[in-house]
Structures are given as structure tokens and as C-alpha cells.
């Protein structure tokens, strides 16, 4: 039998474990967690009523991958209801809802007018080139203020991400093959919504999907969890691998001796045929600095961003708002 050792059990590590020995059973597996529980970053915790997410708040359900693995583990997912798809942008002191069409737009309290006007010079912008910065990409189509106002929160929102930074192509990329495609983000929008057959558009994961004349930056999909919280998934993956998680051990290092590989744990050498690391790229630099330095150079330089998570509970008598958007 070929060991298997997986190193970190957040959702990555634990869903290589399930599937490798779902479909395999020569192989023994055994999933190494340097925390006290698993899951990593998908963590919802219950207290004094409330149900947080110190993590993930769930998944869209148009990755189809994700939705059988549910169906395999036997857990419901649980489809947010029409309301999330409404956005709110605290701006100008107060929240203002994301306009869905161009008379909402016109309305809006959002955008000043000068940033309003500033929108429809977006059918003449000239294309830019194949790739750019996410701000420079916005700015030279939309204005400054419609990075600031429309997409800056989406960016903080969706990557913990900096437009300065982030890649128009690798982060929006339907967006950016539209701009290529039509010339103009507005003119597309309205030449897909007149049609009623579904397009190919890639969404912004990055993956290929059809939507039926669906466009925006806003991910497409409808957010999904489940009635505990999104730990009901890597609760159900723990719970099928049970024995197989060693938690409180983290793998510190990563040799080999022959043709097996060996990693050091503070409770001892563990002898493996295959190695998965599963751990964030910073920590998979630490592990691999004496295996590989070139690989463990590269890792750390991935950068990530600092992300500090505050949860609060307000008793629903204490808030006017009609608490029907995101
Ligand atoms: C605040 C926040 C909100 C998010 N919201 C969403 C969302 O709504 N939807 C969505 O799809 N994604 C969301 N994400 C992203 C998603 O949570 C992560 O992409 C995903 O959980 C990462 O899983 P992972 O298993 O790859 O890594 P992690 O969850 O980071 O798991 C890695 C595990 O490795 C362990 N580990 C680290 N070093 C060692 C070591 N040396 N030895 C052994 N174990 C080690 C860690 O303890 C950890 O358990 C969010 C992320 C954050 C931070």
C-alpha cells in the first residue's frame, strides 16, 4: 500500500484526502493539521445565538464540482435567497444600493454626477492593452470615481485585494474579454442583455460558463452554505476521514531518504510515497527551505494580504434596516 501524506487540513487539503481515497484503496492516507481543528479558514463559529464566519461566508453554486462533493458527503447546501444578489456600497454616509440598470444608475445617490457623466465617455475609451492593473483598466473606462465608488469595494470585497495591484485579466476576465470583444463594457452590456441565447462568457474565477445574457463584475452564481455554516463542509470531509487526520502536528520540514520522502514533525519522522502540500504558499515556502530553495523562493514570494476579521451580533430588534442585500 503507497502512503499518502497531505500537509494542512483546510478545505484543499481534506477534499484530496476524500477523494484520493474514494477512488483509490491501495492507497493510505493521513492528512497532517498544524491547528487543533481542521478546516483552516472555513471556520463558523455559534455564540450566543449567532452563527459568525471568521472565514469563508460559503461558495457560488455555479461550480458544479462543488455542489457534487456536497452531494457526496451527504450535506444540504443551503442557496442564499434573491436579496444577496442586492449590493450595498457604504458611501457618502450612508449605504447606497448598487444600481442593476442604467435609470437606477441615473438615480443613484452613489456616483456624483460629474462621476455619472464621466461614465458615458466609457463608449469611446479606447481598448487598452492585453493586460494592466485593475485601477488603470477602471479609470481609463470609467473614471476614477467608478474605481473608487463601484469596484474598489468589489476588489477589497472579493480578493482583499489592492486595484493598484490586481490583474484585469487574471481577476475579471470576462470583463476584460468584453472590453476586446465589444469595444465598450456598456455597449455589451446592452447588446447581451437584447439577446436571448446564452453566451460564453468566462467568469471571474476565471473558469468558462454559460449565462443567459448575464454580465457584470459582480462573480456570477448564487452565494451558497449551509444552515450550520460554511463548516459544515470540511466538518463532513473530517468526519469521513476521521481517523485519518493528525491534528496538532504540524509538518516542519521535508527531506527525502531513497525513494521516500520524509517529513518532520515535532513528534517524530513520518515516512511517506507521495506528498501534498496543502498548506498557504508562505508556509509552504517554510517547509520546503532546505528541500528546494528555488521553489521555496518563488512560494515566498507570493504576497498576501493582511486580513483582520470582526464579527458583531445586533438583536434584529435593534436594526431598522430591512436587512435584504449584502
Ligand atoms: C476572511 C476570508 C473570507 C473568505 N471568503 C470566502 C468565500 O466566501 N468563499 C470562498 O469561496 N472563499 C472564501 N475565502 C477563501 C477560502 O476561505 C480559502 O481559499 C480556502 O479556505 C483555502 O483553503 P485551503 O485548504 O487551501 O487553505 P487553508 O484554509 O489556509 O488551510 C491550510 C491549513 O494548513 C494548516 N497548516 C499551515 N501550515 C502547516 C504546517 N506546517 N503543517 C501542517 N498544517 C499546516 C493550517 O492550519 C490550515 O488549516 C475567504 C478567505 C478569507 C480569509
Redesign the pocket.
Known sequence: MRKVAI????????TVAYALLSRNDNLKVAV????KR?????WSDKTHGFLF????????DNKPRTLELCKSLGINPLRSNENARKRFIFSREKLNVLPESPLAFLKSDLMTWRGKIRFAYELIAPKGPEDETVADFVKRRLGKEGLEKLIDPMCSGIF?GDPYKMSIRHCFPAVKELEQKYGSLIRAMIKLQRTSSPHLIPLSSGERGRVRGKVGLAPQGT?TSFYEG?QAITDALAERLAGGIKLR????SLATHGSLYQLYTPDGVVNADIVVL???AY?SA??LKDFDRELSKSLAGIPYAP?S?ICFGYRRDKVGHDLNGF
Do not use: M
Request: zero cysteines.
Open positions: 500537509v494542512g487540513g483546510g478545505i484543499s487539503g481534506l497532517f493539521e498544524g491547528d481542521p478546516g483552516g479558514k472555513i464566519e471568521k472565514g469563508a461566508n460559503g461558495f457560488l482583499a452565494l460554511a502536528t504540524p509538518v516542519l496543502a498548506t498557504p508556509e517554510e517547509i486580513v476579521i
